[in-house]
């Protein structure tokens, strides 16, 4: 059995009177990447910055490979943090923010290839000041790399970038715990994509814990499904194959609650009857857990 690498117990922090995170606790686990989720104001952030050491909880403690952490040096050997947009020097170039936090983190690899990994090698020698957003996320994460830890914290490292880069960048996440066994855990408002790069997930709401588990053991779930169609459907085929209603007219969308493995078996039998749908929208199951807590 795999053993976490990190785990997080119990955790509670107060800004004055107000309980920003109260008995959070989880594991990070070798080659999984752990989303947290939840609405702005939820404590993810906060949570962040209490395992990197940035602020002291009132309550809990962490254990690293076994052992309840004692000093954040232990923390910072292992774990590289992209916390609150990391700031550089930004008349350096690329290559030398590098140099620069890879001599003060006494790092071994070659700052280069840190680059190359996120995709910006042939920016290495422009000033940071020239980056664009998504170029400046790219050097956040390279320097979270530094070092080469076993566990990298990464808040909101999508915001603001475009889908090209963004994707890039999963890609970029989904390798490191993939191929390198990294425990990844990452912050994102945007819940789709979390579904398709996390393995596990904790939804927070008022710093507390809502919801939890693996991605994988909900799959069987049913959740709303809609099918949208050009011309009006034959409502007995949907209504005895599938159940629901038609929520919409012309466009016709027909709504009904499946699994992933129902909605497949479901489009082959109407496409085989002539009845296809031009576009299927699926609830995601992080949208509909995010829901229970805004509603």
């Known amino acids: 059995m795999v053993e976490?690498?990190?785990e997080v117990r119990n955790l509670?922090?107060?800004?004055g009177r107000q309980k920003v995170v109260s008995d959070v606790s989880f594991q990070l686990f070798?080659?999984?990447v752990l989303a947290l989720i939840g609405p702005n104001g939820a404590g993810k952030s906060s949570v962040m910055r209490l395992i990197a050491g940035l602020v002291r909880p009132e309550a809990g403690h962490l254990i690293l490979r076994g052992e309840p952490v004692t000093s954040y040096t232990s923390v910072h050997q292992s774990a590289g943090f992209f916390i609150e947009a990391p700031d550089f020097y930004k008349n350096l170039d690329a290559?030398?923010?590098l140099k620069l936090l890879k001599k003060i983190?006494?790092?071994e690899q070659p700052v280069s290839e840190l680059l190359r990994v996120v995709g910006i090698e042939h920016a290495a020698t422009k000033k940071v000041r020239k980056y664009s957003n998504g170029m400046k996320q790219r050097l956040g994460i390279a320097q979270a790399l530094l070092g080469d830890p076993s566990i990298l914290v990464l808040d909101e490292p999508f915001s603001g970038l475009d889908p090209e880069v963004k994707q890039f960048l999963m890609d970029v996440i989904k390798k490191l715990a993939g191929a390198d066994n990294k425990a990844i855990l990452v912050s994102s408002h945007q819940l789709s994509d979390m579904e398709i790069l996390a393995d596990d997930f904790i939804l927070l709401s008022e710093g507390k814990v809502h919801a939890s588990g693996k991605l994988s053991d909900y799959k069987n779930e049913r959740h709303t499904v809609r099918f949208w169609f050009d011309s009006e459907p034959p409502a007995g085929l949907l209504e005895r194959t599938a159940?629901?209603?038609?929520v919409q007219t012309d466009p016709w969308c027909w709504e009904s609650r499946l699994n992933r493995r129902e909605t497949t078996e479901l489009v082959g039998q109407w496409s085989s009857a002539g009845c296809i749908p031009y576009e299927i929208e699926r609830e995601d199951l992080l949208h509909?857990?995010?829901?229970?807590i805004i509603k």
């Not at 159940?243 to 038609?246: E, F, S, T, V, Y």
């Open 105 to 107: 983190r006494k790092a």
């Open 95 to 97: 290559l030398q923010n």
């Open 30 to 32: 070798p080659g999984r």
């Open 12 to 15: 509670e922090l107060n800004y």
């Open 4 to 6: 976490p690498i990190l």
């Open 288 to 292: 509909s857990k995010y829901q229970e």
């Open 243 to 246: 159940g629901g209603k038609m």
